[in-house]
């Protein structure tokens, strides 16, 4: 009896020490880049916190009743859209029945609304693959398209939250100083990799292959979604014998046998390479996330 | 832990799906472990799949009404099968049953090797996501199983052998879409099991091992932030395990054979 008043008291105790003492915006993304973004420019004026972990693949998610209950108390909803969460978001968005963060509201928030996409001409047809009508979503690898988004957050953020007008926009114009100078810093560390080959495993790299001047020789998957079986892997090392690739990419979550396979045969690196943020050691914020890329592109150990 | 998240209208339409699964399942599982042919199930289910799979191979929508008569039909046709293979080689009925689950669940891979979305759908279709079910889809199910469930409790003497099997592939085709394949097994073998001895209550028994491991289940699921799916499957484990240890003895006795006890 004792010991289950004093857990309460002490419960209680963390509840009143945890909460701040203004009225936080609640923010819930899809993908753990645009929680990164809502944090540098809301500060600890917002609460974010996204769906996917770095860890894992976001065309998939596992159902937990937490997820339902975040969405639903959530005063800003930020997904990258492009019919990238097809598979979950609306039925997620269904279920949580939160009418203010409904696409089309002002509480909903698709990043790639802001950005120029790229791969937008394909024909769609179910038997390509994994192939999204509206262009490629993968729009966060490239660190020109961030300020873009960040632009049209600011704005929510100052309609959503009115009072603290100057504070976000005090926060957006540092955090848009420092990208801007380290983009920079990244474009002028990558200078020698314009026109290099590489070889990736899903088409999620189109961004960064665009801003770098990467050339794109192949792609493990044989269509988007579909994992690289054994004789189109064996296609590949012959179609590659005489080309000088750089390096073999994936992201974390996806299957390392298919690089590892062409890697140990055509000896050349296949590295991980951070595809948002929290997904690398080292790639805990926006910045990281770029830096660890360049690293690895740079000077692929593995 | 995490209090927001255990919310009736989160947690009730997966409840009800629960309940729904349960009405049919109890009865036939009780059946199903009496007649030894435990993975039937999985059987009908995944040919089921095959089904859906199919059905999404010609073009049509997963969610369609077309595509639903498609998976009803392979069950159907599943359950035809075994009917007869009861009669002709019931010795092997199980090993028969077995190489159906093999048979379809690869069947489903070959058909799906170049189709990246129905990948999607399949896996969707066996691990189940319980949490995402509206009343929109509980509705015509809660209809077909409590009509199953009539039929069966009242009548299955009458019809016999291909009576169970027919009943038995359209509650597994309504069930499994709703809860996924490993719900659908552990809601049909769970309570059987636990009420395995009972000669009185077995199907009421049943029901309660049934829902208060769904109920369990979600609980947990909400609080330790965990996939809602397995964590019932757990619970359901154990509080199968549970009520075996905790269901009375004499429940164990038939009613006539108690008044001949002395005491």
């Known amino acids: ?302 | 832990m995490n209090w927001a998240a255990l919310d009736i209208t989160i947690l009730g339409p997966a409840l009800l799906a629960g309940a729904i699964v349960l009405v049919t399942h109890v009865p036939l599982g009780q059946e199903v472990l009496n007649r030894g042919i435990i993975f039937i199930d999985l059987a009908i289910a995944q040919t089921a799949g095959l089904g859906v799979i199919a059905a999404s191979g010609l073009g049509w929508d997963v969610h369609s009404l077309a595509a639903q008569l498609a998976a009803f039909t392979a069950a159907l046709g599943a359950a035809l099968i075994l009917t007869w293979t009861e009669a002709r080689f019931g010795e092997v009925q199980e090993a028969l049953i077995g190489m159906l689950f093999v048979l379809a669940a690869t069947g489903g891979i070959l058909l799906l090797a170049t189709n990246p979305r129905g990948g999607e759908e399949l896996r969707e279709l066996l691990v189940g996501q319980i949490l995402w079910v509206d009343w929109h889809t509980l509705g015509p199910a809660a209809v077909v199983s409590t009509a199953v469930a009539a039929i069966w409790i009242r009548g299955h003497e009458r019809f016999g052998r291909i009576g169970f099997y027919v009943l038995f592939a359209l509650s597994v085709t309504v069930s499994v879409q709703l809860v996924g394949i490993f719900l659908v097994f552990a809601s049909l073998i769970a309570p059987a099991l636990a009420t395995r001895n009972l000669k009185r209550y077995a199907v009421r028994v049943g029901y309660g091992v049934g829902l208060v491991g769904y109920l369990l289940g979600l609980i947990l699921s909400a609080q330790f932030d965990l996939p809602t799916g397995a964590v019932i499957v757990w619970a359901l484990g154990g509080v199968a395990v549970l009520s075996a240890w905790l269901i009375p003895a004499h429940w164990s006795q038939p009613a006539e054979n108690r008044r001949d006890i002395p005491r």
């Open chain 1, 1 to 302: 009896m004792n010991r289950i008043t004093s857990y309460n008291i002490c419960f209680l105790l963390l509840m009143l020490g945890a909460a701040p003492a203004w009225a936080q915006l609640r923010i819930f993304t899809c993908e753990p880049e645009w929680a990164a973004l809502a944090t540098e420019l809301g500060g600890d004026r917002v609460e974010a916190e996204s769906a996917v972990t770095g860890l894992q693949d976001v065309h998939y998610i596992q159902a937990r009743p937490s997820l339902i209950a975040k969405v639903r108390r959530a005063d800003l909803m930020i997904c990258t859209g492009a019919d990238l969460e097809i598979g979950w978001l609306p039925l997620l968005l269904r279920q949580a029945n939160n009418p203010t963060i409904q696409p089309g509201e002002l509480g909903f928030m698709a990043a790639t609304d802001f950005v120029d996409l790229l791969e937008q001409s394909q024909v769609v047809d179910r038997a390509l693959g994994d192939i999204h009508p509206f262009g490629n979503p993968h729009v966060q690898t490239d660190p020109r398209n961030i300020p873009r988004v960040a632009a049209a957050l600011l704005e929510r953020l100052q309609t959503l939250d009115a009072a603290q007008t100057d504070y976000y926009a005090a926060r957006y114009a540092d955090f848009s100083a420092r990208w801007e100078e380290a983009v920079r810093r990244w474009s002028t560390r990558a200078e020698s990799l314009r026109g290099q080959a590489i070889v990736t495993h899903h088409k999620s790299w189109a961004y960064m292959i665009d801003w770098l001047g990467l050339d794109e020789i192949a792609t493990l998957e044989p269509k988007p979604g579909v994992p690289p079986s054994t004789s189109h892997l064996a296609r590949m090392l012959e179609q590659l014998q005489n080309e000088n690739v750089r390096l073999i990419v994936r992201s974390a979550y996806q299957n390392g046998r298919g690089s590892h396979w062409l890697s140990d045969r055509m000896g050349i690196p296949a590295v991980v390479l951070p595809h948002t943020v929290g997904s690398v050691d080292g790639a805990d914020d926006l910045f990281g996330m770029f830096d660890v890329m360049l690293d690895v592109l740079l000077e692929p150990g593995e």
